[in-house]
């Protein structure tokens, strides 16, 4: 089991960066596959970034693609979230989340078990 906790959240202008971090504790972190989802008031839940366990491949839709950037840090139980001129609609509470270890990354939020709180990050024009 895995307890995952997002942190870096915050206000931003259109245009400007944060870096979101995702803090896991538990055993065998490097076991797991890790995923950023996001979600706005009123919509769904929506896959913003993956990561292979080994950190080897990554995975975006292109709604973020070429803006965000996933990396892991093994050694230090953590994921980042790297989040480049940023936009308005990229305002919403942002998840930190894992699969079943051993599990490949998807973007299908059904599939990942472990979930951190969520991190608000709120972009204004």
């Known amino acids: 089991q895995v307890q995952l906790v997002e942190s870096g959240g915050g206000l931003v202008q259109a245009g400007g960066s944060l870096r979101l971090s995702c803090a896991a504790s538990?055993?065998?972190?490097?076991?797991?596959?890790l995923g950023w989802f996001r979600q706005a008031p009123g919509k769904e839940r929506e896959f913003v970034a993956a990561i292979t366990s080994s950190g080897g491949n990554t995975y975006y839709p292109d709604s973020v693609k070429g803006r965000f950037t996933i990396s892991r840090d093994n050694a230090k139980n953590t994921v980042l979230l790297q989040m480049n001129n940023l936009k308005p609609e990229d305002t919403a509470v942002y998840y930190c989340?894992?699969?079943?270890?051993?599990?490949?990354?998807?973007?299908?939020?059904?599939?990942?078990?472990?979930w951190g709180q969520g991190t608000q990050v709120t972009v204004s024009s």
């Open positions: 538990g055993r065998a972190f490097s076991s797991y596959a």
């Open positions: 989340a894992a699969p079943l270890a051993g599990r490949a990354p998807t973007s299908n939020s059904r599939f990942y078990n472990y």
